[in-house]
């Protein structure tokens, strides 16, 4: 079982975890930061891994509009056909 602890006060930390790891069976426990998010609710480590990503990318792993387009009209004549 895996349970969520949200503490607004983060003072309160050492007592709460001391009190954990007194329970029988508790494997770990541990901090996660709360995360930051844009305004659409998109978490902001997932668009800087995605920089990342776009930066590592070059032009031969890339397709032009035109292929994409083509592509997806493609798979589209496909599922539609398949009824």
């Known amino acids: 079982m895996t349970v969520n602890i949200e503490l607004e006060n983060a003072e309160d930390f050492p007592f709460i975890k001391e009190l954990l790891e007194k329970l029988k069976g508790v494997k770990s426990v541990s901090v996660q930061e709360d995360e930051e998010f844009y305004e659409d609710g998109t978490p902001k480590w997932f668009i800087e891994r995605l920089a ?3 930066d590592r990318m070059e032009e ?3 397709i032009s509009e ?8 493609k ?6 056909s398949r009824k």
Request: net charge negative.
């Open 52 to 54: 990342d990503y776009a």
């Open 60 to 62: 031969k792993d890339m």
């Open 66 to 73: 035109e292929e994409f387009f083509s592509n997806a009209r």
């Open 75 to 80: 798979k589209a004549c496909e599922l539609y």
